[in-house]
């Protein structure tokens, strides 16, 4: 019997978004819906399992959660990259790590839905009429605005390519964006202080890294302008939160919409979630019912086929499998 675990299902999706019968009877599958943030609790979770499918980033498998789980011989992640998937590790353990395929707009509607809703004072519209009131706010539009894409990579330049349709003006800057990309998108390619004191709202779609981590901080945030937004659907950890927090506690810019944050689940006393200037999603990027099914149907065929002797999407080559 092999026992496969399928970890952070928070909406109890990955047994109706997947044929997991494909397995067949020599495998059973545990579906666990609560996150758990301990590695301690983790690995007492999954000494058992032979297979553990991760959902992104929610559970990382750093190399002391790895050495503590002698059982696990296949690791799956959603997606074809992990960056709290320690690959390294899992490849001297004997680990093998297999990914799955994914689409590439859903974030980058996400995006556009935080933008509107911050332009347009959706949510707080929508929290007022159920409450008995009428136009309680006055939004903006965006034709004519300015805006600024820190990252003009797959998702960013998606995000481009709607906000040249709003009749935006777009900028765009990062580290290693030439002209040539920039105006690929019709953006225009400026430095970093020009993209954060221009914007009238700044979207930021980089990879995190060392070298994006805290890249956006406290005199980043003071360039912007009073009015101006800002949106990360993208990791957390890109902008400096406690920096963020502050800048919006002393309105000195207008407002956030984050999908993404430093610790996530967000805590229940984070001091965003009393933040009358920010809209927060949890991390809705990637959660569309046609992702998932991309992602738990390849998931079943990564194990299907591991079960059978070989590795399908396999992102690591262990010397000496499990």
């Not at 689940?265 to 949890?282: E, F, G, Q």
Request: proline residues 5%.
């Amino acid at each position: 019997m092999v026992k496969v675990a399928v970890l952070d299902d928070y909406q109890s999706v990955a047994l109706e978004t997947a044929d997991w019968s494909r397995l067949g009877p020599d495998a059973q599958v545990d579906v666990f819906q609560d996150h758990l943030a301990d590695e301690g609790d983790v690995a007492l979770r999954l000494r058992d399992h032979e297979v553990v499918v991760g959902m992104r980033e929610r559970t990382p498998f750093q190399r002391s959660l790895l050495e503590r789980l002698p059982n696990l011989r296949l690791l799956i992640t959603t997606g074809m990259g992990n960056a709290s998937f320690d690959m390294s590790a899992a490849a001297d353990l004997g680990i093998t790590v297999c990914g799955t395929g994914g689409l590439p707009y859903p974030t980058a509607e996400l995006t556009w839905a935080l933008i509107l809703a911050l332009f347009r004072k959706i949510p707080n519209e929508d929290r007022a009429t159920r409450q008995g009131s009428w136009q309680v706010s006055l939004g903006e539009g965006l034709q004519g605005k300015t805006l600024g894409i820190m990252g003009l990579g797959r998702l960013g330049s998606q995000v481009a390519t709607v906000g040249n349709a709003f009749g935006m003006e777009v900028l765009a800057w990062s580290q290693n964006l030439t002209q040539e990309r920039a105006s690929e998108f019709n953006a225009k390619l400026v430095s970093k202080q020009e993209l954060l004191s221009q914007s009238d709202v700044m979207s930021i779609h980089l990879v995190l890294s060392d070298r994006s981590r805290g890249l956006v901080d406290m005199e980043d945030l003071a360039l912007m302008k009073p009015s101006a937004y800002l949106v990360n659907t993208s990791r957390g950890p890109i902008v400096d939160e406690n920096a963020l927090v502050e800048a919006l506690q002393n309105n000195t810019i207008a407002g956030a919409g984050l999908d993404v944050f430093d610790v996530e689940p967000l805590p229940l006393d984070h001091p965003l979630r009393n933040l009358p200037n920010t809209v927060l999603t949890p991390h809705l990027g990637y959660v569309t019912a046609e992702t998932y099914k991309i992602f738990y149907g390849d998931a079943v065929e990564d194990i299907a086929s591991f079960m059978d002797g070989a590795a399908v999407r396999a992102i690591n080559n262990p010397s000496n499998p499990r």
